[in-house]
């Protein structure tokens, strides 16, 4: 069986230029710009530590030149002495002395012209105060030197050892929380949201750019930031120290080279670099599809387990991993192609540059200087090479999360809002419309009425005659394009959200419950409601004596969907959640159709429960449910084509009359 996969892409994506990603994770980063500050601060002073090993390689190369100059000298009088042997003894002497003095006299030429740092001479003249010699008599380094150095070095290692600590954590800690925020954001905005939103997007698609997707930018920023605050000034640090060597020692050629030859490093990197966003960004779009595929897996469990599909399933996720599997390894293999290439390109240039000092016949004193720098600069430069293929895969993730930040489907709420604590009067449709964002027709079309307080309107109609788009327009989940609907005269539009949200409740024939207790979950959206309040509003809904049944009660985990509860369990929460709430009006969408005869007769005296003294609008399945109904509204195509109370329709013997009739037959 043949399984075709392609990744789908959301209506909402765009692509974002480097630039502008990175310039808004700015705004997350700027709340920690102290903590950014100490980190980048520690990274320019961990850079600085590498001068003084810098001055002191000349120093130290020129007293093994000088010593080796010595020991050429010596040889040199020891052969003079051998062909003179047979010449008189005073004049041997004579001769051994002259170039016993013209080596002293060389050491100490060679010493007193040693280009040592210019911290050096001030080390030296406090030593001497405290009677310490650091020079031997022939310039070479001393006892007490060698043990200094031993106890500098150390010290100034640890000092370096530390700033770069503080540096990572400084930045670390600054990029994990900058992300922890977008990571916040994100969730806050896609719940603002409107139900149109959710009913377009792929739902595990969403979860992974509010999941993963964050979760990538926090481990790269990490590694960029801390790189970005250390590498940089190292390699500021090094040519800084070439250049200032270049121009005191009169090498301004070599210094030419160094400069020509540098920028073929970056050079593979840019060109690397623009295949590696591309396959990042198919890794983040294919990754994606394997963790919306689980959820839907696991969300459809039960028409997996009942049409014996886990075999197809397994397929299908199969063919989606490979699919990503695919991307991953070309991004992976066109990755790592940049160290190798920066290697092999260093390893290059370093030999032709010997191959020129040889040719020029530089002095090796004169050439290690520069070349330390540019070795030690070799681990800055391989991390900004591979910061540039972690840049471009962040990129991937950034666009990903900025085209959901960047959706504005969310319900407008005026500046200064309506605030009503109250209903006092009346509902009213006049003359509505609306149309899905997707849909070729209104789903409802010019709708007038009216639901006045403490009365029970039901709406009845075939599949996708506009009932549920109705209820959704009573409890703003979305606006009519045309028309408007008002409460006790004033526009939905210009009531606060929250206050509407406390006056309308709902319980609907597909039951939302949360992976938590049964108390948790009656209690939700009534938080401040004591155990008491629980208990007494689970007994109005029939639901005490099936939660004490079991050892657990009322701390009883519900599961997933309260996928442990049965329907009837589940309906009777639900609606002992809206006893608790007590909204004054109340939508019903038929929530006892799909139980059976027993568990509806608990549910539906639970709803009589509820319904006393509060205003209804009642989709109705079941057409015995609403003969009490004060007005009856039959919808079909969006439209409301009869109306009247359950005798009127009855006697006219229009649509209305049908669907009774087919239900009473059934």
Same mark, same amino acid.
């Given at each position: %069986?043949?399984v075709?996969? @392609?990744?789908?892409?959301?209506?909402?994506d765009?692509?974002?230029?480097?630039w502008?990603?990175y310039?808004?994770v700015?705004?997350?980063?700027?709340?920690?710009k102290?903590?950014?500050l100490?980190?980048?601060?520690?990274?320019?002073?961990t850079a600085?530590?590498l001068?003084?090993?810098?001055?002191?390689?000349?120093?130290? !190369?020129?007293?093994?030149?000088s010593?080796?100059s010595?020991?050429?000298?010596e040889?040199?009088?020891?052969?003079?002495?051998?062909?003179?042997a047979?010449?008189?003894k005073?004049?041997a002497?004579?001769?051994?002395a002259k170039?016993?003095a @013209?080596?002293?006299?060389?050491d100490?030429e060679i010493?007193r012209h040693?280009k !040592?740092?210019?911290w050096?001479p001030?080390?030296e @003249?406090w030593a001497a105060?405290?009677?310490?010699?650091?020079q031997?008599?022939?310039?070479g380094i001393?006892?007490?030197l060698?043990?200094?150095v031993c106890?500098?070095?150390?010290?100034?290692a640890l000092?370096?050892?530390?700033l770069?600590?503080?540096?990572?954590y400084?930045?670390?800690?600054?990029?994990?929380?900058?992300?922890a925020?977008?990571r916040q954001?994100?969730?806050?905005?896609?719940q603002?949201?409107?139900?149109q939103?959710?009913?377009r997007v792929d739902?595990g698609q969403? =979860?992974?750019?509010?999941?993963?997707?964050?979760?990538t930018?926090?481990?790269?920023?990490t590694?960029?930031?801390?790189?970005?605050a250390l590498?940089?000034?190292?390699i500021l640090?090094?040519?800084?120290y070439?250049?200032?060597?270049?121009?005191?020692?009169?090498m301004?050629?070599?210094?030419?080279l160094?400069?020509?030859?540098?920028?073929?490093?970056?050079?593979?990197?840019?060109?690397?670099?623009?295949?590696?966003?591309?396959w990042?960004?198919?890794s983040?779009?294919?990754?994606?599809m394997v963790?919306?595929k689980?959820?839907?897996v696991?969300?459809?469990?039960?028409?997996?387990?009942?049409?014996?599909?886990e075999?197809y399933?397994n397929?299908?996720y199969?063919a989606?991993?490979?699919?990503?599997l695919?991307?991953?390894m070309?991004g992976?293999r066109?990755? =790592?192609?940049?160290r190798? #290439?920066?290697e092999?390109?260093?390893?290059?240039?370093?030999?032709?540059?010997?191959?020129w000092?040889? %040719?020029?016949d530089?002095?090796?004193?004169?050439?290690?200087?520069? =070349?330390a720098p540019?070795?030690?600069?070799?681990?800055?430069?391989?991390?900004?090479? @591979?910061?540039?293929v972690?840049l471009e895969?962040?990129?991937?993730?950034?666009?990903?999360i900025?085209?959901?930040?960047?959706l504005d489907m969310?319900l407008?709420?005026?500046?200064?809002?309506v605030h009503?604590?109250?209903?006092?009067?009346?509902?009213?449709f006049e003359d509505v419309?609306?149309?899905?964002? #997707?849909?070729e027709?209104?789903?409802?079309?010019?709708a007038s009425?009216?639901i006045p307080?403490?009365k029970?309107v039901?709406?009845?109609g075939g599949?996708g005659?506009g009932?549920?788009?109705?209820s959704?327009?009573?409890?703003r989940?979305f606006d009519?394009q045309?028309?408007?609907?008002?409460?006790?005269?004033?526009?939905?539009?210009d009531?606060?959200?929250a206050?509407?949200?406390?006056l309308v409740?709902?319980? %609907?024939?597909?039951?939302?419950?949360?992976?938590d207790?049964i108390?948790n979950?009656i209690?939700?959206g009534?938080?401040d409601a004591?155990?008491?309040q629980?208990?007494a509003?689970?007994?109005?809904?029939?639901a005490?004596e099936?939660?004490?049944?079991?050892?657990e009660?009322?701390?009883?985990?519900v599961?997933?969907?309260?996928?442990?509860?049965?329907g009837g369990?589940?309906?009777?929460i639900a609606i002992?959640r809206?006893?608790?709430r007590?909204?004054?009006?109340?939508?019903?969408?038929?929530?006892?159709?799909a139980?059976?005869?027993?568990?509806?007769?608990?549910v539906?005296?639970a709803?009589?429960?509820l319904?006393?003294?509060?205003?209804?609008?009642?989709?109705?399945?079941r057409l015995s449910?609403?003969?009490n109904?004060?007005?009856i509204?039959v919808?079909?195509?969006?439209r409301i084509?009869?109306?009247g #109370?359950?005798?009127?329709?009855?006697?006219a013997?229009?649509i209305?009359?049908?669907?009774c009739?087919?239900?009473?037959q059934?």
């Open positions: %069986m043949a075709s996969i @392609k990744y789908r892409k959301e209506f909402f765009r692509e974002y230029s480097t502008k990603a310039k808004r700015w705004k997350y980063a700027r709340k920690y102290f903590r950014l100490v980190g980048i601060l520690c990274g320019m002073l600085g530590t001068v003084p090993f810098f001055q002191i390689i000349q120093p130290a !190369l020129q007293h093994a030149e010593h080796d010595a020991l050429i000298i040889a040199a009088e020891r052969a003079a002495k051998a062909e003179s047979t010449e008189q005073p004049a002497e004579a001769a051994a170039p016993k @013209k080596g002293n006299a060389f100490k010493a040693a !040592l740092p210019a050096y001030k080390v @003249k105060k405290c009677g310490i010699s650091l031997s008599d022939k310039g001393g006892g007490a060698v043990l200094i106890i500098i070095v150390p010290l100034l000092l370096r050892l530390g770069m600590y503080l540096n990572h400084c930045l670390s800690w600054s990029g994990s929380h900058a992300v925020d977008l954001e994100l969730l806050e905005h896609v603002k949201q409107n139900i939103f959710f009913g739902m969403l =979860l992974m750019r509010i999941v993963a997707d964050p979760h930018i926090q481990t790269i920023m590694t960029i930031l801390t790189e970005v590498a940089p000034f190292e640090v090094a040519f800084a070439i250049i200032w060597f270049a121009i005191a020692n009169n301004m050629p070599t210094l030419c160094i400069f020509i030859g540098f920028p073929l490093f970056v050079l593979p990197i840019q060109m690397i670099g623009r295949k590696v966003k591309k990042a960004k198919k983040m779009e294919r990754g994606s963790g919306a689980i959820h839907e696991l969300t459809c469990i039960r028409a997996v387990k009942s049409y014996n599909t075999n399933e397929m299908r199969a989606t991993n490979k699919y990503l695919k991307s991953t070309r992976l066109i990755g =790592l192609m940049v190798p #290439t920066v092999t390109i260093g390893i290059v240039l370093i030999c032709a540059f010997l191959v000092c040889f %040719m020029m530089v002095k090796l004193s004169d050439v290690v200087p520069m =070349l540019l070795i030690v600069i070799y681990k800055p430069v391989k991390e900004l090479s @591979k910061l540039q972690q895969t962040s990129m991937a993730s950034l666009s990903r900025y085209s959901v930040l960047d969310a407008p709420e005026k500046a200064n809002p009503k604590a109250t209903f006092d009067d009346r509902i009213a419309s609306f149309r899905y964002d #997707t849909a027709q209104n789903a409802v079309s010019h009425f009216e307080r403490g029970m039901a709406v009845v599949t005659s009932k549920s788009t109705t959704g327009l009573l409890a989940f009519p045309g028309g408007r609907v008002t409460i006790d005269g004033v526009d939905l539009r009531v606060a959200i206050d509407l949200r406390k409740g709902a319980v %609907m024939q597909e039951t939302i419950l949360f992976n207790t108390e979950n209690r939700y009534s938080f004591t155990h008491e629980v208990v509003a689970a007994k109005l809904a029939n005490h099936f939660i004490m049944s079991q050892p009660g009322y701390d009883r985990i599961g997933e969907k309260g996928f442990s509860l049965s369990e589940r309906q009777r002992a809206a006893i608790l007590n909204p004054p009006i109340l939508i019903l969408d038929e929530a006892t159709s139980l059976d005869t027993v568990t509806e007769r608990l539906q005296d709803l009589d429960k319904m006393e003294s509060r205003t209804i609008f009642a989709i109705a399945h449910t609403i003969r109904a004060d007005l509204l919808m079909q195509d969006g084509i009869e109306r #109370t359950h005798d009127e329709l009855y006697a013997g229009g209305y009359r049908k669907l009739d087919m239900q009473h059934s």
